[in-house]
């Protein structure tokens, strides 16, 4: 029997596909793939590019500085066993992936002598800090904290006080505000005309006094008054490491998305040929990677594997580029088919407008769970991420 027999025919003919479906399979997963390492590495390439945020808490011991610090931001920075001691007194606190240096100063306590000893322990170290050349060293804000419930200043204090303030922008803040004197102390502070940027009362952790339990509160109202101190270049890096304000990292991200996106595409309808759509992927893995370094999340490979794949469409194809044009074209009134070959900037923008909302949103649900200490189900962020794309891209 020769080659011409129809069932070799037919079986090499299944063969055949068979080879081309599996072909195409793995250059789908590894267009996949590709993009994630892309992903991943531009995510923590654009991390490492941010200049970390210099914040110091001075206060008597017990007032709440510690306990502040790790209800604040993000990976509960003030548990012991993080960050290196400075001299006796301080300790500054840093860890991978969080771009803020903490230094924390402890043990100043009520004792005079004490007192002297870590003022000047801690003022030779800022004046250090200073004089440094190297200006990411410098000192951004000083949160001075005392006791709300102490009802009374000290003079000491306020002479250290109106001596920081000539250095660096001070915030007082006054913790565990849970009465209403906290208020009187407010005012009493206010009175003394000190050149500081802000008083805030705050209460850090829920307080349980019998059977009524007081919330917390003050600190976004902190964050944001320190934001407004802090220059431009590190507020980014602020914003990333705390993690009380979850709709101001959104804020931040759409504002930034949005003037990216009118800088890539313009505001004309310069039309990109559609067989290089996929030549928006780079854009959109920059885009991405920025918008997950503003929020300040942990990114598992898992879980950007679930985002990236529920992009790719009911064919698993390919994440950006064709596929994703093709998938969201129906949506957009107007914007025809690629029968054309052409799809205009503006359709390109409002894909692009629509991938960065949803992946907002998203960072959105992954943050909250994550400060609140719940494990994130990457099918469910999968999922939705796949109707936010919709939504957004239908609202258009
Ligand atoms: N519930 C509640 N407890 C607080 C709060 N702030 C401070 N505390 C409590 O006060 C105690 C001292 O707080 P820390 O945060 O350790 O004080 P610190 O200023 O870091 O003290 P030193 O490190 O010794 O200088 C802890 O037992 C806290 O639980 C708060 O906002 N809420
Ligand atoms: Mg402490």
């Known amino acids: 029997m020769g080659s011409n027999c129809p069932t070799t025919l037919l079986r090499n003919v299944v063969f055949c ?48 500085k510690s306990t502040l610090i790790n209800n604040i931001f993000r990976e509960k920075l003030a548990e012991t066993g993080i960050g290196k001691p400075v001299t006796k007194h301080l300790r ?62 000290e003079e000491y204090e306020i002479n250290w006080i109106k001596d920081l303030a000539e250095k660096i922008p001070v915030i007082v803040v006054l913790t565990q505000s849970v009465f209403d004197n906290s208020k009187e102390m407010e005012k009493k502070i206010d009175d003394l005309n000190l050149d500081i940027r802000g008083i805030q009362r705050i209460i850090a952790e829920p307080f349980t006094i019998g059977d009524i339990s007081i919330e917390r509160s003050g600190l976004r109202s902190l964050m944001e008054i320190t934001y407004q101190v802090l220059p431009e270049g590190v507020r980014r890096s602020f914003n990333n490491a705390q993690k009380v304000d979850i709709e101001h990292k959104a804020k931040e991200a759409r504002k930034w998305a949005l003037g990216y996106i009118t800088t890539t595409f313009g505001i004309g309808f310069t039309p990109i040929p559609f067989s290089d759509a996929a030549v928006l992927a780079p854009i959109q893995v920059g885009m991405i990677a920025h918008i997950t370094t503003i929020f300040g999340v942990k990114i598992e490979r898992a879980l950007m594997t679930s985002i990236v794949s529920s992009i790719g469409g009911i064919t698993g194809a390919t994440f950006l580029g064709r596929t994703l044009v093709s998938n969201l074209l129906k949506f957009i009134p107007g914007a025809g088919t690629v029968v054309g070959g052409l799809i205009s900037g503006s359709t390109a923008s409002i894909i692009t407008t629509g991938l960065a909302f949803s992946y907002i949103e998203v960072m959105k649900a992954v943050a909250k769970n994550e400060y609140e200490g719940r494990r994130t189900d990457n099918e469910e962020i999968a999922k939705m991420m796949k109707s936010e794309l919709e939504k957004q891209i239908k609202k258009k």
């Open 92 to 153: 500054k606190i840093s860890k991978e992936g969080v771009p803020i240096n903490i230094y924390d100063t402890k043990g100043l306590e009520l004792n005079e002598e004490i007192q002297h000893e870590v003022r000047r322990e801690i003022d030779d170290e800022i004046n250090r800090i200073n004089n440094s050349i190297n200006d990411k060293d410098l000192l951004h804000v000083v949160w001075y904290c005392i006791n709300a419930q102490s009802n009374r200043i």
């Open 17 to 64: 596909y068979n080879k081309v479906i599996h072909l195409i399979r793995d250059v789908n997963t590894m267009d996949e793939m590709n993009i994630l390492n892309d992903i991943l590495n531009k995510t923590k390439e654009e991390l490492e590019k941010m200049i970390p945020v210099n914040v110091m808490l001075i206060g008597k011991t017990g007032v709440g």
